[in-house]
Structure formats: C-alpha cells, structure tokens
C-alpha cells in the first residue's frame, strides 16, 4: 500500500470569492487511516478547505487531489463520504428510504441498517425526515455520509446541533469508523472535541496553517490559562520581561496574559513588587488558545489607554 | 476503481424521486386531479355532442385538458421542483455524491414522464366511464404517445423557472406564466371562442402548437404535425437555452 496515493493532497492552495481570501496558501497531505481534525474559529477558512477536497470548490491557484486524482472524478468520489454543514434533503422520503438510495451511488454500500445503527438513528428509521429534530438530522446526514462504505470521511461541523448524548455516541462511532481503518476529516472549533476524536489536529486561522500536531503535541504548546488582575498604581518597568506569557494586554491598570505556568510568573510578578488585586486565573478557552498560537512568535504588547 | 452502476443509480433515483412527489400533495393532487376537475366544469356538458365536422366534443375536450396535464407536470414538477431543493440546499450534497448531475436530472424527467402518463390515463379513463367519450384504442395511444413526446418544451421551461427563480418565487412564477398560456392557447376552450387579440397571440405559443398535437390525434381540424414539431423543437431549444443559462449561473455563484 506504500505505493498509494494519499488520500487528500492539497498543494499551495488559495481560494479567493471576489476580495476575499478564504485559504491563503494550504499544503496539506492526509494519509489513509489518519484522523485529523482541522481547527479554527468561525470564518478562518475550514469549510472552504473542506469544499476544496471534494471538488465542491475550485482552488484559485495550487493542486487538489483526492486519491491522486481531481476530487470531481467520479472514482474519487466513490471512496468518499460527505457531510456538509449547509445541506438538506427533501423532507418526504424516511432516513431509511434516503440511506437505502444514496447507497446505490457508491459501488460497495453497507446495508441501510448498518448506517443506520451507526448514526443511531435506528428508532427513527421510518418516520418522515421532516418531522425529525436539528440533531436527528444530523445523525441522517452521518448515516448518509457512511451508507457508501467509504474510505475517507469528510464531516464538517459534524456535532453543530447535536446534544450530549448524541455527540458522545457521534464519537463513538467515529472512532469505530476509525479503528476500522477509515480516513476521517473533520472540522470543529472546539479544541475538546478535536482532542477527544483526532490523532492529528490542524489548527486553521485567516486562510492558513499555523499549526499541525498530534492533540498531545499541541496541547504543550497551547497556554493553558488565563491570568487576570488589576494593578492599583503603576506597573514597574520591565515587570513582564522575560516571563513565559503571550497576548498580554495592559489596560487602564487591568492586566490579562496567557501562560503555561501561572504559579511561577505570579511568584516572578511579587518579587518584582507587583501590586495584584483582584486576580484571576481561569482556563483558557478556544479564543485563548488561538491567541496563544497566533502571538506565540509575537513580542508581548503592552497597549496604553 | 470501482464506480457504482449509473442503470441502477437511475433507476433508485427516479424512484425516490416518484415517491416523494407522490407523498407532496400540492404536487400529486394538482397534477392528477386538477385536469380531472377542468374536464368535469368545462368539458362534461359538451362531452356527448358532435361538431358539425364529425368530430367529437367529448374528446376534443378531453385531450385538451390531458395536454394541460401534462405541460402542468413539468412546468411544475421542475420548477417548483428543482426550486424547492436549490431552497432546502439539497443540490450542494449532491454534488458532492459520485452520482454524475446529469443522472439526477434524467431521473426527473422520468418521473415527470411517468406522473405524465399517469395523469393521462386517469383522465381518459375518467372520460370514458363518466363522460362517456368513446374513441379507437389506437386513438388514445396515439393521443399518449404525441402528448409525451410533445412534452419537452415544458421540460425547459420548468428547469428555466426551477434555476432562475427564487423557491419563493417559484410557485407564482409557474402560475403566472403556465394558467394564462394554456388559456390562451385553446386548452379550457377552443381558440376561436378566445377575445381577438388573444386569437391572433395564440398561434405563436408552445401550448398552442402542443394542442395541436393533440386534436390532431383525434380527428379535429389541425395544422400538419410537422409544422407543430417544428414550432415545439424551436421552443424546446429556447427554454433549454434558458435553463441552462441559469444553472450556469448558479453554478458559478454557489460552486465556482
């Protein structure tokens, strides 16, 4: 198998719609059994990335392959399944009506039920998909994403909509589909749900990479926490030189940075003389974590009011 | 490797197509019974009289309303058809399926073919028992054969009005532009009881020439079948034309 193509090849890909650069240059190459997820906040260019593998979208510069081929080619397709964030079907037809057709485009379908019971959508199999709710839904276009049997899987956005039990069966299945040997591609913006299902997460911001790892790898690049607190005077000079912080901010005496190491920059900030009030140290979110990637490199701003 | 059979992809995607038109009743009702509804306000009165010629009111009627039926099938089931799912985002899945376009919009135009059919022989049957309308078998087949293949121009008009207008749009669209052209065209009554300036408008419009097809088949003054098809392959290729037009552009707004 060595010889195989990858799965997914992007190279040097942009994508611009009018003055808009959606991706700005992705090289990307998703082998076969990987499991990534590709991470960033809403706009960052994550569900055009995904149009751009499936031949939904055509790069404005660079190569897409699917299989070593166009993704538009029909015997790339029939390896893939899709589940888009902006689709629907036809409200009249039931899951297993619509499992049972879509089935017959690809060339080796599992029996509806086994999609069905994938997607846990059994009890519902028979009811009209109009009457189904947002997550119900959800769970069709999964079933209909894994009818064909496929190789690869694309899910974008796969648990939007989705309650707790649905998405915890969600990524069970997923990692069936993966311990099976399956490819998955899937977008999310929460760092949890792309550390829980993926072995490979890439970060997205503004149309670029800026970050490919396994969850491990990225998590101890990630800062962990956020620190906040008030000052009552003025800050000493050079109170935050050296200190293991990104995106600090300096506003009219409120202080907030992001680090790894919390205990040691405050023990750092008392011995400079630093008065602290109203301290906080919390765990950083999704937008933190991107701030912390994004400014990694950047020198710590101090801004004035 | 391997693809899937683009027969049996046709075959399962006209059928689901079959099922969920049937199970939308602002579709199946008005296609099957509507024309059955004309016949019985406008058609049955006359149903049992004979023109002066020989020719028989009953089917004279009977197949002006199957013609009706049928141009409601398409125009219809494309328009408000293909609009609806441009609406509920059904295209972009699809596109991303290995099932090539061209075999979902063959799959329409078979069902529409079958709907056609079946609102056809509904309505003849119709005829028969309760108008008592009788022709030749060979008549009625004729009347079947020429009002199906006939239909094509109507096939366009739907995919120009499913692709060019909004699914809200689409339903008043389809009314606005199919009710007056039928009427115009001699449909609900024969050209010559119409207002002068329609009279003159009519023999320039597809279901006028379509009609055509039809009263010919069951003996009524006609003009030659080869001048209807000429005016129907005309319009088939303009509507087409059309339709095509504005799936490009959709193309390119939604997949460029």
């Avoid at chain 1, 959606?22 to 499991?35: F, Q």
């Avoid at chain 1, 190491?261 to 009030?277: C, D, H, I, N």
């Avoid at chain 2, 709907?115 to 509904?122: K, P, R, T, W």
């Avoid at chain 2, 408008?201 to 030659?224: C, D, F, K, N």
Wanted: glycine share 10%; aromatic share 8%; hydrophobic share 50%.
């Amino acid at each position: 198998m060595s010889l195989a193509p990858p799965v997914v090849e992007l190279d040097a890909v942009t994508k611009r719609y009018g003055t808009v650069e959606a991706v700005r240059g992705i090289t990307l190459r998703i082998d076969a059994g990987e499991v990534v997820a590709m991470l960033g906040p809403n706009g960052a260019g994550k569900t055009t990335s995904v149009g751009l593998m499936l031949g939904l979208r055509e790069p404005s510069s660079g190569t897409v392959r699917l299989f070593g081929l166009p993704p538009t080619d029909r015997r790339a397709r029939s390896r893939a399944g899709v589940m888009l964030q902006e689709s629907g079907t036809t409200g009249v037809l039931t899951p297993r009506e619509i499992v049972r057709l879509f089935g017959t485009y690809y060339p080796a379908p599992m029996p509806p039920e086994q999609a069905l019971a994938l997607a846990g959508l059994i009890d519902k199999a028979d009811a009209r998909i109009g009457t189904l709710s947002g997550g119900q839904r959800q769970r069709l276009y999964f079933a209909l994403a894994v009818c064909g049997n496929p190789d690869v899987l694309f899910l974008d956005e796969p648990t939007v909509a989705m309650d707790v039990e649905a998405r915890r069966a969600f990524v069970a299945s997923v990692h069936t589909l993966a311990g099976a040997g399956k490819t998955v591609v899937f977008t999310t913006h929460y760092l949890r749900e792309a550390e829980e299902m993926a072995r490979r997460i890439v970060v997205i911001d503004r149309g670029l990479v800026i970050a490919d790892a396994s969850p491990r790898e990225l998590m101890a690049r990630v800062a962990a926490k956020r620190v906040a607190f008030s000052v009552a005077g003025s800050l000493p000079a050079g109170a935050f030189d050296g200190l293991a912080i990104t995106a600090l901010e300096s506003v009219n005496g409120h202080v907030r940075f992001l680090t790894n190491e919390p205990e040691a920059v405050l023990r750092a900030l008392f011995t400079r003389g630093v008065e602290l009030g109203d301290l906080e140290v919390v765990g950083a979110d999704l937008e933190d974590a991107f701030l912390s990637l994004t400014r990694r490199d950047e020198p710590a701003r101090t801004e004035r009011a | 490797m391997g693809t899937a059979s683009i027969s049996s992809m046709l075959l399962a995607q006209a059928r689901s197509e079959f099922v969920t038109r049937w199970r939308i009743p602002a579709f199946s009702i008005t296609s099957l019974v509507l024309p059955i509804l004309f016949f019985t306000f406008f058609g049955l009165p006359f149903a049992r009289q004979t023109s002066p010629a020989g020719v028989s009111v009953g089917a004279y009627l009977l197949v002006s309303f199957a013609a009706y039926g049928v141009g409601n099938v398409m125009v219809y089931g494309f328009g408000i058809g293909v609009a609806v799912e441009r609406g509920q985002k059904v295209d972009v899945l699809m596109r991303a399926m290995p099932i090539p376009p061209l075999v979902v919009i063959t799959a329409k135009v078979l069902n529409a073919l079958v709907f056609s059919l079946i609102s056809i022989v509904a309505l003849i049957a119709y005829g028969v028992v309760v108008g008592g309308v009788h022709q030749d078998l060979g008549v009625w087949v004729s009347v079947i054969g020429r009002l199906l293949a006939g239909s094509l121009p109507f096939v366009g008009l739907g995919f120009a009005i499913g692709y060019g207008a909004s699914p809200n749009a689409a339903p008043a669209l389809a009314n606005l532009i199919y009710l007056p052209l039928s009427f115009a065209s001699g449909l609900f009554m024969p050209v010559d009881q119409l207002p002068g300036f329609v009279q003159r408008v009519a023999p320039y419009l597809p279901s006028y020439h379509y009609g055509q097809l039809a009263w010919g088949a069951v003996g009524a003054p006609a003009e030659p079948l080869h001048v209807s098809l000429a005016w129907l392959a005309g319009y088939t290729a303009l509507f087409m034309f059309l339709a095509l037009r504005a799936y490009r552009r959709e193309e390119s707004r939604k997949f460029a």
